[in-house]
């Protein structure tokens, strides 16, 4: 009955209905861009996190000019038989241009084995990751995008054809991997690398090593690249807690202002929400007074009145998630994924902050004098 | 007027604690604003600076993964494909087709030669590129090195069957007084002293060694069909914008197109110095519309929140209104008074916002420059001008005559 009432009266007052439901959407689509923003880096630091981090090496080398595959492998083989390790992944980044949609993009691209993948500790946000036939090279070109990545912001998604090196990938899946170099994945084994000679950007090798450690990572880095020297090749050489260490180092900086400017956007909307939600209450004082004089509980008319502003809450939430891909698309670059515990943790607090807002221009704006004083008329 | 702005100003200190929250609210949006401005205006100004460094140097395509054998990676016909497409207008094309050959011979321990003999066909904007000299229509150049050995080839070639070893990979060519034949095919030529030879830099190869034919003879000259021989083949090809006015990444597009027409098992792409600025000039584009689109919706938001607190404001009000147009004021008239209050709280709250920038830029902002330009503030004044009007127009409901009369009848 209550949620019939309110329903019609959201359908009698058509024109203020639709100016709040307007003004809801825009103030819905910056909480939900802020907190999914707090969300995001809160999951990163989830994912970034090893799973065993006291065994894993992490080996980097820069090069300028390209290893052999196979020697790599066998090196890495090799390293596995003397028991230096239990299993290695290896990936191999460099810069490259990418063509989607008529537009190019100059961004990293990563070959990445599947130990890498698993070892890495990527997580799948959308799609699928890599099948052994994608390995073999049996079927389809597919690759992997970086979630937050400069081709996953200008909205290519899965399925989309993307062309590198010369080839086309179709986009198997989105992946969220924070401490990962390249904004786009591919299967190693199933593309040719190579880099001009004397390129100065040259390719960052990364190989992750599983295992009891013996010895220091930079002694393992020797051991499993001779051919490499100190000086020129191994840029770094970390084992798994350092890798964290220096993660959460260096992106605190960049989060810590993420989440300030995501809770200063959240307040500014809740504040403008506020003033909208005073004034849109008040404007309906009259109707209510004479309900009240008429008989109505107070109580009621106060829950009649939250009901009919979290209906046009509901409406105008489910509006602003239809929008959301769009608006982040252009606003924001963080592209469209949307976590679903921001979704829930928006739609209770607009519940909550809507209730209290009510509740609070009501009691505020109608005591017995005023009711009096409106009804004299 | 004099009426007017007194009980502007008694009406500003009578809801002073409403208007310092809709002030507090625009100061807010107008920094938040203003950063947002600020960074897509520096947005532009840098991607109007990576343009036009972009357009200061020669910037390489280099074929990567294989070169062909079978035939030109860039064809002739795909290079004047390109040239002559209007949307690559701004774009030069350094081009030249290159073929490693050599020349060898062998008659004893002291009288025995090996050198290395590579031909081109260049176009002029590269000949000039690097030899910084007029050319001369039809003239092949050769350098010292190449001539010298075209030379001896002359002399060779008369008693090759007499020699133990004589090889001469690519075209029989070879140097007659003034003339030098091509497969029978006689051509005018000049030498190119070795003093102030340019250095093919970015191909870390040395001209003295080259035979330079204009880009068009490469039709005459079938080194395509010589497909069997180790003579490999490569495209040369190096762009510099002719100014910084383009809009897409020329370079990149028609890289994609040669890509797509070449019979190369390989691919061609730029130095690693482009992709870097490519990289950045994507960013600023990027950032430039993020941050327009960024500012406009903050400015939206703080409209919203103006409008909810004139609805406040103009309800509370009612009975004021109703009096005053009781007394012989009219609705125009009160219109008026409430913009020119609206407009002071919300150029007081925006100048403030202003002013105070620099802070939340710390907060938006985590890294990268940030230029002050004065385009946020016109912005901001023209938006405070709109949204106080509109924001009162919204609210127009509680000032409309027959809410007037029911004003007037409940004091009564």
């Known amino acids: 009955m209550i949620i019939r009432n309110a329903w019609k009266q959201i359908l009698y007052d058509k024109y203020n209905s639709m100016i709040l439901w307007a003004a809801l959407v825009i103030g819905f689509l910056f909480p939900l ?92 946000i959308e799609g699928a990751f890599f099948s052994d036939e994608d390995y073999a090279a049996d079927g389809e070109n597919v690759c992997l995008l970086s979630y937050r990545s400069a081709l996953q912001e200008q909205n290519i998604r899965v399925g989309d054809l993307i062309e590198i090196l010369g080839e086309s990938y179709r986009v198997k899946g989105i992946v969220r991997a924070p401490r990962a170099y390249g904004s786009v994945f591919l299967p190693y084994g199933a593309v040719s690398f190579s880099v001009s000679s004397g390129s100065p950007l040259g390719m960052q090798y990364q190989i992750i090593t599983y295992g009891e450690r013996k010895g220091t990572p930079m002694l393992l880095a020797k051991k499993v690249f001779p051919f490499l020297d100190s000086e020129s090749g191994v840029s770094a050489a970390q084992t798994g807690e ?62 009649e009145s939250a009901v009919r502003n979290i209906l046009l809450m509901c409406i105008a939430f489910l509006t602003a998630l239809i929008l959301y891909p769009c608006f982040t698309a252009v606003v924001s670059g963080a592209g469209s994924h949307l976590l679903f515990r921001t979704v829930v943790q928006v739609g209770l607090t607009g519940t909550v902050f809507i209730i209290l807002i009510n509740s609070a221009v009501f009691f505020a704006g109608f005591r017995k004098r005023d009711i009096a004083t409106l009804l004299k008329g | 007027m004099g009426y007017s702005i007194r009980k502007i100003v008694r009406n500003l200190c009578d809801n002073w604690l409403l208007y310092l929250v809709i002030a507090a609210l625009f100061m ?9 401005m600020n960074y897509r205006m520096t947005s532009r100004e840098l991607l109007w600076e990576s343009k036009q460094k972009s357009a200061e140097r020669l910037y390489v395509a280099v074929e990567l993964n294989g070169q062909s054998r079978q035939g030109y990676s860039i064809s002739y016909d795909t290079y004047v494909r390109l040239r002559s497409d209007e949307q690559y207008q701004d774009l030069e094309m350094l081009f030249a087709e290159q073929f490693y050959g050599g020349f060898g011979y062998y008659r004893s321990e002291e009288d025995a030669m090996m050198r290395n003999l590579n031909t081109y066909f260049m176009n002029d904007a590269l000949f000039e590129e690097l030899y910084h000299l007029p050319r001369k229509d039809g003239v ?73 034919f204009p880009l068009e003879n490469v039709h005459e000259i079938p080194y395509e069909k010589d497909s069997e021989d180790d003579n490999r083949h490569y495209s040369r090809l190096s762009y510099r914008y002719r100014n910084a006015d383009y809009r897409e990444d020329l370079i990149a597009g028609q890289l994609q197109e040669i890509n797509h027409a070449t019979s190369s098992t390989g691919y061609f792409t730029v130095q690693d110095e482009y992709k870097e600025l490519k990289r950045q000039m994507d960013d600023y584009q990027w950032d430039m519309d993020r941050w327009m689109l960024a500012a406009v919706s903050i400015l939206l938001l703080a409209g919203v929140g103006c409008m909810g607190a004139m609805f406040l404001l103009l309800n509370k009000r009612r009975h004021l209104i109703a009096v005053s147009i009781a007394y012989g004021s009219t609705i125009r008239r009160e219109i008026f008074e409430a913009v020119a209050e609206n407009l002071i709280v919300l150029l007081l709250g925006g100048g403030i916002g202003i002013a105070i920038w620099p802070l939340f830029r710390k907060i938006i902002l985590y890294q990268g420059e940030l230029r002050m330009n004065v385009t946020a503030i016109g912005i901001l004044a023209a938006a405070a001008l709109v949204f106080s009007t509109g924001s009162v127009l919204a609210g127009i409901h509680e000032i409309k005559v027959q809410n007037v009369a029911a004003a007037l009848k409940e004091d009564a």
């Open chain 1, 33 to 124: 861009l802020a907190v999914n923003d707090i969300n995001d880096v809160i999951r990163d630091g989830e994912v970034a996190k090893y799973e065993d981090a006291s065994k894993i090496s992490v080996l980097e080398y820069l090069v300028t000019s390209k290893i052999g595959e196979e020697e790599m492998e066998a090196s890495i083989i090799r390293c596995q038989e003397e028991g230096m390790f239990q299993k290695a992944g290896y990936s191999v980044c460099l810069s490259e241009i990418v063509y989607s949609h008529g537009r190019s993009y100059s961004c990293s691209i990563s070959g990445i084995s599947k130990e890498y993948l698993s070892l890495a500790g990527y997580e799948l």
């Open chain 1, 242 to 303: 350092e890798q964290e260490e220096w993660y959460y180092g260096s992106m605190w900086e960049v989060n810590r202002y993420r989440v300030l400017r995501a809770i200063l956007v959240a307040a500014f909307a809740g504040v403008s929400l506020a003033l909208l939600f005073a004034g849109m209450i008040l404007r309906g004082r009259y109707d209510m007074a004479v309900r009240i004089a008429l008989g109505a509980g107070r109580g009621k008319v106060l829950m």
């Open chain 2, 28 to 36: 807010l949006g107008a920094g938040l604003f203003s950063v947002c």
């Open chain 2, 140 to 212: 092949v150049y050769v350098g010292k090195e190449a001539y010298d050995t075209l030379t001896i080839v002359s002399g060779m070639r008369e008693i090759k069957d007499e020699l133990p070893y004589f090889n001469m990979t690519g075209e029989e060519m070879y140097i007659e007084g003034d003339v030098l034949f091509v497969e029978g095919e006689a051509y005018p030529y000049e030498v190119v002293e070795d003093a102030g030879l340019p250095v093919f830099e970015d191909y870390m190869e040395s001209m003295t060694y080259a035979v330079i």
